[in-house]
């Protein structure tokens, strides 16, 4: 491949990827701290019809996310040049962690639950995806600063 095509395509999957990746963990956060404590004032039936009708308009949105990240976060690691081993330890831990994200995203779209599991859930997504972007961080200087040279 042409070198400047591979750095535009890097370039744009690294975009993607921070895109859908902050796309997802907002919509969490706007779930758990706005969208759940602002329908505790609704009556349960038509609480229980607009989660309904939010839960799946979000579903298409959170499948694609889930797709794009998942896409170029595994392209991005792929084409990594070689790392210190804490670089893959931090990564695997950081995989386990997006892995709960998008299994509770998808049960939670999938179906509705209580109130309180809701807060349960979406505030454990929350504190997950801070930890994956800290993480990121740790993972990008490592990158950066400790590339094994061959």
């Known amino acids: 491949m042409d ?5 535009v395509l890097g370039i ?3 975009w993607t990827h921070i895109a859908s990746v902050t796309t997802l963990l907002g919509s969490l956060v706007y779930a758990r701290y706005i969208m759940i404590p602002s329908l505790a004032v609704l009556a349960d039936g038509s609480r229980a019809d607009l989660e309904k009708k939010v839960r799946a308009r979000f579903r298409p949105l959170a499948y694609l996310l889930i797709l794009t990240t998942l896409g170029s976060g595994l ?5 990594k040049g070689p790392v210190p081993s804490i670089y893959h330890m931090l990564i695997g831990m950081k995989f386990l962690l997006v892995l709960h994200i ?3 995203t998808l049960l939670y779209t999938a179906r509705g639950v209580d109130e309180a599991k809701q807060r349960r859930w979406l505030g454990g997504m ?3 995806g801070f930890v994956i972007v800290a993480l990121s961080a740790g993972l ?7 590339l094994i040279r061959p």
């Open 75 to 79: 392209y991005n690691y792929l084409n």
């Open 140 to 146: 990008r200087y490592i990158a950066a600063t400790q």
């Open 3 to 7: 070198p400047t095509l591979a750095k």
């Open 12 to 14: 744009c999957m690294r």
């Open 126 to 128: 929350v504190v997950s």
């Open 102 to 104: 998008f299994a509770v």
